[in-house]
């Protein structure tokens, strides 16, 4: 779907076989960045992994849950310690406001993965309508109306997309358009991008209109083309059998759901026997190393990763945002 019309593998010793390995963010320590990226709604910072591997400098990331506030930090401070520093780690995005707001440079790409509960399938699906999580898709509105990021990368569950007949989505387009950004949006799946899981996601992408350099790359941004499976979940568990090649998408609730049954996403026949997921082919599955900070305790890991973006496909659609902006290597 691109865009809405008519509306206003390597076995580890740590665990199991990995995606290609992301670039390593910290050999570019000591040299300029290609481009910068602010971070909403960042949990343990999968937009933050694809986007600092494809050469970015985060200039802004807010995060509210204190956990994954706690993993955000000790995964990326040694390479980035001025953004916790320089104090532009809040954790309330409704405070990014006023002289702080205003002092923040520019970004060449503003990444947000806004709350999704509202229009989950497994939520309430209440919309722009949910008293604590609907409206915070109007400071993504509020912070790129005052900073003019050259474009905006947002992801969302892919139930967004029919949400209230196509409404929010159509009223999600208006509002950018009316902000002065292109709008394209596509539903992809992790495993279009050698990912063993389904996990369709909505991305959205957008120019900021008013810059003319902007505007061409809104013209020249393409959608990227799928990957082949990477590993299947056969090499996610390190088994000789495994019921299923893709897995089920990664949920934040409802785990322990018997073998068979059609609310199970984590177990699976592996070898013969009933095996349950865990961080470690939770991260496999994601895309996110294995020494990836996440926690504290399993429940709260596997929380952590239900939450996040699969890192390949962001990494994916960020390297055609770069190259449209010509900002790519």
């Given amino acids: 779907m691109d865009g809405i019309k008519g509306c206003t593998p390597l076995a580890s010793p740590l665990g199991p076989p990995m995606m290609r390995p992301m670039p390593d963010a910290d050999a570019d320590m000591g040299r300029a960045p290609r481009f910068t990226f602010m971070d909403l709604f960042a949990g ?111 992801e969302n569950v892919a139930h967004i997309v029919g949400h209230d007949g196509g409404r929010t989505i159509a009223r999600i387009e208006a509002t950018l358009r009316d902000l002065g950004y292109s709008f394209e949006l596509r539903v992809i799946r992790a495993s279009d991008h050698g990912l063993p899981q389904h996990r369709p996601r909505a991305f959205m992408v957008g120019f900021d209109l008013s810059d003319p350099a902007c505007e061409a790359a809104a013209v020249a941004f393409a959608w990227p083309d799928p990957e082949p499976l990477a590993m299947s979940m056969r090499d996610v568990w390190g088994a000789r059998t495994c019921d299923r090649e893709v897995g089920y998408t990664l949920r934040v609730g409802g785990r322990n759901s018997p073998h068979g049954d059609r609310h199970n996403w984590d177990s699976y026949l592996v070898d013969g026997a009933v095996r349950r997921l865990g961080p470690v082919q939770g991260r496999a599955m994601m895309g996110f190393p294995p020494h990836h900070v996440l926690g504290p305790g399993d429940a709260q890991a596997m929380k952590q990763l239900g939450n996040s973006v699969a890192v390949p496909v962001v990494r994916a659609v960020g390297r055609r945002v770069l190259l449209a902006l010509g900002k790519a290597a």
Avoid: K
Wanted: hydrophobic share 50%.
């Fill in 44 to 154: 343990v910072g999968g937009f933050h992994l694809a986007m600092a591997g494809l050469g970015g400098s985060c200039v802004l990331a807010v995060e509210i849950d204190h956990a994954a506030r706690a993993a955000y930090e000790a995964n990326f401070r040694a390479g980035d310690a001025g953004l916790f520093e320089a104090g532009l780690f809040p954790a309330d995005v409704r405070e990014v406001r006023g002289d702080f707001l205003f002092s923040l440079a520019r970004a060449d790409v503003l990444c947000a993965g806004f709350p999704c509960q509202p229009f989950s399938q497994a939520g309430r699906r209440l919309g722009f309508d949910d008293p604590d999580r609907g409206n915070l898709f109007r400071d993504i509105v509020r912070i790129a109306g005052a900073r003019r990021p050259r474009a905006l990368l947002l």
